[in-house]
């Protein structure tokens, strides 16, 4: 398997003008999560997939929790700063066309809230699915008209109702185009969230890419 700053990934070869995804997975899982959510909201949009550098479990994550389940900070900043030299040398190296837009479940929502906060130009935007913020007392970079999409589930058991509403609110208050959209479900994806993430990228990225896709 390729790799590229210590990360292993798979990537997709189609390059159309559109930002590409860049697929962070979630705990104890690995860069075969999210191929399929992504083949299923938009064929043929090009992707590429990262496996957590850190073995957790049955599989990988992106950072470290404490015993007590709360982030670690300390490793989130590091594995932060790892992510964001990963994606620098993958633009320099051309394996990214152009910053992505990170589509992060649960851990690597996480780690792509992260991000932006550190740095909101990395990315070309977010879809943070079951996130939680980094720091919701962090006033976070101005970032205007950044598309960030939030999905939270409502009888998510990781998760409070207020998480999705802690991250909308940073967001927003540092002028990122936010939608936030809550489903009928747990932890786990919900069948309409392909089709909601669909339309998402479809009346917020699209008008963003140098050329329309393909009908």
């Given at each position: 398997?390729?790799?590229?700053?210590?990360?292993h990934?798979h990537?997709?070869?189609i390059?159309d003008?559109?930002?590409?995804?860049l697929l962070?997975?979630?705990?104890?899982?690995?860069?075969t999560?999210?191929?399929?959510l992504?083949?299923?909201?938009?064929?043929?949009w090009?992707?590429?997939?990262?496996?957590?550098?850190i073995p957790?479990e049955s599989?990988?994550?992106?950072?470290?929790?404490?015993p007590?389940?709360?982030?670690?900070?300390?490793?989130?900043a590091?594995?932060?700063e790892?992510l964001?030299?990963?994606?620098q040398?993958?633009i320099?190296?051309g394996?990214?066309?152009?910053?992505?837009i990170?589509?992060?479940?649960?851990?690597?929502?996480?780690?792509?809230a992260?991000?932006?906060?550190?740095?909101?130009?990395?990315?070309?935007?977010?879809?943070?699915?079951?996130?939680?913020?980094?720091?919701?007392d962090?006033?976070?970079?101005?970032?205007?008209?950044?598309?960030?999409?939030?999905?939270?589930g409502?009888?998510d058991?990781?998760?409070?109702?207020?998480?999705?509403?802690?991250?909308?609110r940073?967001?927003?208050?540092?002028?990122?185009d936010?939608?936030?959209?809550?489903?009928?479900?747990?932890?786990?994806?919900?069948?309409?969230?392909?089709?909601?993430?669909a339309?998402?990228?479809?009346?917020?990225?699209?008008?963003?890419?140098?050329?329309r896709?393909?009908?």
């Open positions: 398997m390729p790799h590229l700053q210590g990360f990934y990537a997709t070869s390059a003008g559109r930002p590409p995804l962070l997975h979630g705990s104890s899982r690995d860069e999560e999210l191929p399929p992504a083949d299923t909201a938009v064929p043929g090009q992707y590429l997939s990262l496996r957590g550098p957790w599989g990988y994550a992106f950072f470290l929790r404490n007590d389940r709360t982030l670690d900070q300390n490793d989130l590091l594995q932060t790892r964001h030299a990963f994606i040398a993958a320099e190296t394996l990214l066309a152009r910053p992505p990170l589509l992060g479940f649960s851990n690597g929502a996480i780690i792509a992260a991000l932006l906060i550190r740095d909101p130009d990395i990315a070309a935007g977010a879809i943070l699915i079951r996130p939680l913020s980094p720091n919701p962090a006033i976070i970079p101005q970032m205007p008209t950044k598309p960030v999409l939030i999905l939270s409502d009888r058991d990781r998760r409070s109702p207020e998480d999705a509403v802690a991250i909308t940073q967001f927003r208050a540092a002028g990122a936010v939608t936030s959209r809550s489903s009928p479900t747990d932890h786990n994806l919900h069948e309409d969230e392909p089709a909601i993430i339309q998402w990228l479809a009346s917020r990225v699209f008008p963003l890419a140098h050329t896709p393909p009908l």
